[in-house]
């Protein structure tokens, strides 16, 4: 099993790194808040008696003080963070410890021109995969997210392995292209709940039921926006999804969808769905 550094213990983060601790392999972790390894180990005592029949264990969890700390001596290193801000910060804090023949895997949500800033300061024989993800806390913790994958064949054939404990892998081309698909993924599924939102609205102010609004959109080509519009198992917070949009550039849609995002503060830290309620009180 690789050792691996998983750096980001957040929403996403935290379950993901169960899982790949549960898989067997020796977990390193760092998150800015100390403390969140604590519900890694029980994850991973849960997953030795599965392991126990393959002939292996569950990995250690060792939380470190500092990233550079978490990276020393590692095969693989994982950032799962929130925004091109904060793994620029992080990743200056670790890449002087990074060997040659390291794979770093960023899983955040940074958009192409962050993943090329990044690899522009990588040490010598240390390799890079943008692998970002769709999918919200749920399917992190039972493997089932989709990851969009960017980087060199050989690098992406090392990341598959670990990948894969994670969810469905999509190879998308070389470095970079992970990153951009889901710029655009996420674009479109931010901006068309935001839709919604707003024909909901509309419908209300023209006196349609929402229920029966809700039923014709349901049985047309946006049944699965809806679906995700009244979603109350997702976990991906407003101020994420805006930043996302942001991360599109300044197309008129896109813009407008993250304005009416950032225009009700008290949803910022409440599921993309909040902006459907928001809207209607709007």
């Known amino acids: 099993m690789k050792k691996i550094a998983f750096l980001g213990l957040g929403r996403m983060g935290l379950p993901m790194a169960r899982r790949l601790a549960a898989a067997g392999h020796p977990l390193t972790v760092w998150n800015r808040s100390p403390g969140r390894a604590d519900a890694l180990t029980e994850a991973a005592t849960d997953g030795a008696t599965a392991l126990a029949t393959d002939g292996l264990t569950a990995g250690a969890v060792t939380e470190a003080a500092t990233p550079a700390e978490a990276v020393r001596g590692a095969d693989v290193v994982v950032t799962m963070l929130s925004d091109p801000a904060a793994v620029a910060d ?8 990074l060997a040659p023949g390291v794979l770093w895997i960023d899983m955040s949500s940074i958009g192409p021109r962050a993943v090329a800033e990044l690899r522009a300061e990588l040490p ?4 890079l995969v943008d692998a970002p993800v769709i999918g919200s806390v749920g399917p992190a913790a039972t493997g ?5 994958a960017g980087g060199e064949e050989a690098d992406l054939d090392r990341a598959q392995p670990v990948l894969e404990q994670l969810g469905r892998v999509r190879r998308c081309g070389g470095p970079g292209t992970g990153a951009a698909l889901k710029v655009v993924v996420i674009g479109a599924i931010v901006a068309s709940v935001t839709v919604v939102g707003e024909v ?10 929402q229920e029966l609004a809700r039923e014709v959109l349901s049985a047309g080509p946006l049944a699965g ?3 995700r519009a009244y979603s109350t198992e997702s976990d991906f917070p407003v101020r994420l999804a805006a930043k996302d949009l942001a991360l599109a550039g300044g197309g008129p849609v896109l813009s407008a969808a993250r304005e009416v995002l950032l225009a009700d503060p008290s ?3 409440e599921d993309l ?9 709007g």
């Open 90 to 97: 992080v990743a200056a804090q670790f890449t002087p410890e």
């Open 124 to 127: 010598y024989g240390v390799a």
């Open 144 to 148: 089932d997210l989709v990851v969009f």
């Open 200 to 209: 909901l609205a509309v419908a209300e102010e023209l006196g349609v039921p």
């Open 225 to 227: 926006v809806v679906a």
């Open 267 to 269: 949803i910022a830290e």
């Open 273 to 281: 769905s909040a902006v459907v309620g928001s809207l209607r009180r």
